[in-house]
């Protein structure tokens, strides 16, 4: 028999019947001979049945925080004690994050650990490594697409640019990014939050539709021809 435990998921961001792995209720006081104190920490390792997550559940109270109450009836005083409720990872800050983000830990470990850390510092307002990293990421892509990679990070957008995967108009904004990154890395540039939004923008489409969406995919293998740079969108022809 699996017992469950609702819990706040901090994956998934709501209430969700959680599994419990394993739990340890642990009371506790002290007494230094004038003033006595206890309370209870309750621990549990739970996953979401939702979305399979495992993560550390704890609920505690002491008796120094209480709220005073009356029975509606007997107009007694009832004592309670505001729990505390912490989760190990702690819940995720309103998406920044893409949920897509989620399919490229299958389809790209390295990569996903990558935006991971960007959407890290994104939310910590670290602004110049998460510009580090967005060019970290790009880099990330082209080893996915198999670009060259001994060329500049000018020279991967034009490969891009000629292997098809990007358009000219994306060229110029994926530059944008890469250069906000080495200027970040190298001469202490810091994007503000509104500029480094439109760089994470930028990116996010361009890794959305070359990893996520499996164009990357149709030209590893091998038998498509690049497209001109230039060329607009043809249909296929048919058999
Ligand atoms: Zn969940």
């Given at each position: 028999?699996?017992?469950?435990?609702?819990?706040?998921?901090?994956?998934?961001?709501?209430?969700?019947?959680?599994?419990?792995?394993?739990q340890?209720?642990?009371?506790?006081?002290?007494?230094?001979?004038?003033?006595?104190?206890?309370?209870?920490?309750?621990?549990?390792?739970l996953?979401?049945?939702?979305?399979?997550?495992?993560?550390?559940?704890?609920?505690?109270?002491?008796?120094?925080?209480?709220?005073?109450?009356?029975?509606?009836?007997?107009?007694?005083?009832?004592?309670?004690?505001?729990?505390?409720?912490?989760?190990?990872?702690?819940?995720?800050?309103?998406?920044?994050?893409?949920?897509?983000?989620?399919?490229?830990?299958?389809?790209?470990?390295?990569?996903?650990?990558?935006?991971?850390?960007?959407?890290?510092?994104?939310?910590?307002?670290?602004?110049?490594?998460?510009?580090?990293?967005?060019?970290?990421?790009?880099?990330?892509?082209?080893?996915i697409?198999?670009?060259?990679?001994?060329?500049?990070?000018?020279?991967?957008?034009?490969?891009?640019?000629?292997?098809?995967?990007?358009?000219?108009?994306?060229?110029?904004?994926?530059?944008?990014?890469?250069?906000?990154?080495?200027?970040?890395?190298?001469?202490?540039?810091?994007?503000?939050?509104?500029?480094?939004?439109?760089?994470?923008?930028?990116?996010?489409?361009?890794?959305?539709?070359?990893?996520?969406?499996?164009?990357?995919?149709?030209d590893?293998?091998?038998?498509?021809?690049?497209?001109?740079?230039?060329?607009?969108?043809q249909?296929?022809?048919?058999?």
């Amino acid at each position: 028999m699996i017992e469950t435990f609702r819990a706040h998921c901090p994956r998934c961001d709501g209430e969700r019947k959680c599994i419990i792995h394993g739990q340890f209720d642990q009371p506790w006081s002290v007494e230094d001979g004038r003033n006595y104190m206890d309370g209870q920490i309750d621990r549990k390792l739970l996953q979401c049945a939702g979305c399979e997550t495992v993560f550390y559940h704890q609920s505690s109270w002491n008796s120094e925080e209480w709220d005073n109450d009356y029975h509606p009836v007997t107009g007694e005083t009832i004592i309670s004690h505001p729990r505390t409720i912490e989760t190990y990872p702690a819940p995720e800050k309103k998406s920044q994050k893409p949920d897509w983000i989620w399919d490229i830990a299958k389809a790209d470990p390295p990569l996903h650990a990558i935006l991971y850390e960007v959407y890290q510092a994104y939310e910590a307002g670290s602004f110049i490594l998460a510009s580090v990293g967005l060019r970290t990421a790009f880099d990330r892509t082209t080893e996915i697409l198999k670009i060259n990679s001994h060329l500049s990070f000018e020279d991967k957008v034009v490969e891009l640019t000629k292997e098809g995967y990007i358009g000219e108009t994306e060229a110029n904004t994926l530059s944008v990014v890469t250069n906000a990154g080495n200027a970040a890395a190298h001469r202490g540039w810091a994007p503000d939050r509104k500029t480094f939004e439109i760089l994470i923008a930028t990116l996010e489409q361009y890794i959305y539709r070359v990893v996520v969406t499996g164009k990357a995919a149709l030209d590893l293998s091998g038998n498509i021809p690049a497209r001109p740079p230039r060329a607009k969108k043809q249909p296929k022809p048919t058999a």
